[in-house]
């Protein structure tokens, strides 16, 4: 069903960038952090990046960068220790570091962004919910209950879709569909998501 589909995306473009901001924000502002980014850094970074990265100076805010960024500034300057597998790989199921959490919700972006079928069937929605919910779970544990996105996760299963925004995040999601991947050997490990469909977007991440 295409509104199960709508339901997995409102946790992929709204509640997992929310948790990456909040793990962002517990370890450093983000004017501290445009600092950071020098010249080599943001030489690996295409054109629309380096503008999202402004706003860090002059927003003082994360509320502008998307998963691919984010992921990339707390692997590139090791903002949080890395996964219990290093960066890249797909945890194992009883790895709970924060940074395996930041790998499941990079991965399970990845793997909702380039489905080709918007049509899901229960069993497979439900068990991206209890993945969805166990890492909200874990989030809201690692920041001692002043976060709700379990409860958030659980919201968005049951919350009232009509056709208006099902369709809003259907095409949140196209738009993620639009950047096919194509992984080149770069540097420290970087990945090119080059643009296409007419997107003319590029995105370097790891």
């Not at 901001?21 to 020098?38: A, E, F, N, V």
């Not at 009883?94 to 080709?116: F, G, K, Y």
């Not at 998501?193 to 991440?205: F, S, T």
Request: hydrophobic share 35%; glycine share 4%; proline share 4%.
């Amino acid at each position: 069903m295409r509104e199960l589909y709508s339901r997995i995306a409102i946790v992929i473009i709204d509640i997992f960038p929310d948790i990456l901001r909040d793990i962002l924000q517990s370890t450093i502002s983000p004017q501290d952090l445009y600092k950071k980014c020098d010249t080599k850094f943001l030489n690996s970074c295409f054109s629309d990046q380096q503008t999202y990265l402004k706003t860090l100076k002059f927003e003082n805010s994360f509320s502008y960068l998307d998963i691919p960024i984010m992921y990339k500034l707390l692997r590139y300057f090791s903002l949080i220790s890395p996964p219990s597998k290093g960066w890249g790989k797909a945890p194992d199921p009883t790895d709970r570091l924060i940074a395996d959490d930041v790998e499941r919700i990079r991965m399970l972006r990845n793997e909702i962004a380039h489905r080709c079928d918007a049509n899901i069937d229960k069993n497979t929605c439900d068990d991206f919910f209890v993945e969805f919910s166990e890492i909200g779970e874990r989030i809201d544990t690692h920041f001692t209950g002043q976060t709700s996105y379990e409860q958030r996760v659980n919201d968005c299963r049951i919350c009232p879709m009509d056709i208006k925004m099902q369709r809003k995040y259907e095409n949140a999601v196209k738009e993620l569909e639009n950047l096919k991947l194509s992984v080149h050997a770069q540097g420290a490990g970087f990945a090119i998501r080059k643009g296409w469909g007419g997107m003319g977007v590029d995105v370097k991440l790891f």
